[in-house]
């Protein structure tokens, strides 16, 4: 069984909709780990109730409860992991973590890269900063992760209208729905190894 890692920060919606395409028997794959940087959120409710093995991950060895990326690392080699997948984790990916996992690393963002990424844009900031820009379209992207935050290869996007959005909270809503559908598509291409990647350019039929 094709084995991935998922990362939260938080809420786990993405979460959700990737255990649910399995569930339904769409996505053949298994949610081995999940990862959190944060102790008590809904994400990690969630694993706990799945029994889906979790840790709570830090570098600050002084806090018990926490495991470090060099344990972590450890777990995936031994769970046999295939793809790690960032959704809204907070924090940056140490380079030795990306340097084992080259090219299995994928993040969802939820703007159209190579626009309204990089350093402290996430959460509603990304939507409202989309949102004053007055763009028509917006949308989730998923890319590979790479030492530069949002800067890996795109694997996929999916365009939303928002051009007859209200407020920034609307956008958030309609990315959303968006990402809900992209991530567990992409997912299931590497499951099926239909993600190729060239020079410059990512395939996926
Ligand atoms: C999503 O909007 C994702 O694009 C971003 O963080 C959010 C995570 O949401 N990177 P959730 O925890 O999956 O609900």
């Given at each position: 069984m094709y084995k991935i890692a998922v990362f939260v920060s938080g809420r786990g919606s993405n979460l959700l909709s990737i255990a649910s395409e399995i569930k339904s028997g769409v996505l053949k794959a298994e949610i081995a780990v999940v990862v959190s940087n944060k102790k008590d959120c809904k994400a990690l409710e969630f694993a706990a109730k799945e029994n889906i093995p979790n840790y709570v991950v830090s570098n600050l060895a002084e806090e018990k409860f926490y495991?470090?990326?060099?344990?972590?690392?450890?777990?995936?080699t031994e769970q046999k992991i295939d793809l790690i997948v960032l959704t809204g984790f907070l924090k940056k990916?140490?380079?030795?973590?990306?340097?084992?996992y080259k090219n299995r690393i994928i993040n969802i963002h939820p703007a159209l890269l190579p626009s309204f990424g990089g350093k402290?844009?996430?959460?509603?900031?990304v939507h409202?900063?989309?949102?004053?820009?007055?763009a028509k379209v917006s949308g989730p992207t998923v890319h590979f992760v790479d030492e530069i935050y949002d800067n890996g290869k795109i694997i996929d996007q999916k365009a939303v209208d928002i051009s007859k959005v209200k407020s920034a909270e609307e956008i958030a809503e309609k990315v959303l729905k968006?990402?809900?559908?992209l991530l567990p598509e992409i997912i299931k291409r590497f499951v099926e190894n239909k993600i190729q990647l060239t020079d410059k350019r990512v395939f996926s039929d």
């Open positions: 495991v470090n990326y060099n344990e972590l690392i450890k777990v995936f990916i140490p380079n030795e973590l990306i340097r084992n402290g844009m996430y959460g509603i900031n409202k900063a989309v949102f004053d820009s007055s968006a990402e809900h559908q």
